[in-house]
């Protein structure tokens, strides 16, 4: 027989186990945790690209209103409290 295979089986503490076991557990749960947070972040990712472009579509539209305005007004500023164009001069 070889050295390693004579060799006889050790038994560690059950104080020693119990503590290798909670580091064990540890380690899964934070990793769980870790997958459930990048889980998290791609929604909130994917949600923030949707807002965006819901953005652009916002600022596309103002421009065109704009573009309306001052086609039937002139150059001018619109006045949102009280709806007057004031035209520039």
């Known amino acids: 027989m070889s050295e390693q ?4 089986v050790i038994k560690v503490t059950e104080q020693e186990l119990n503590s290798v076991r ?4 540890s380690f899964n749960r934070m990793t769980m945790e870790i997958g459930e947070l ?3 972040k791609i929604d909130l990712e994917n949600e923030l690209n ?6 652009s579509t ?6 065109k209103i704009g573009d309306e305005l001052e086609t039937k007004y002139g150059k001018g500023r619109l006045n ?6 004031s035209p520039f001069e």
């Open 5 to 8: 295979t004579a060799q006889a």
């Open 50 to 55: 949707k807002k965006r472009d819901e953005l």
């Open 22 to 25: 909670t580091l064990s557990e």
């Open 58 to 63: 916002l600022r596309q539209e103002e421009v």
């Open 80 to 85: 949102l409290q009280d709806g007057t164009y």
């Open 38 to 40: 990048n889980v998290a």
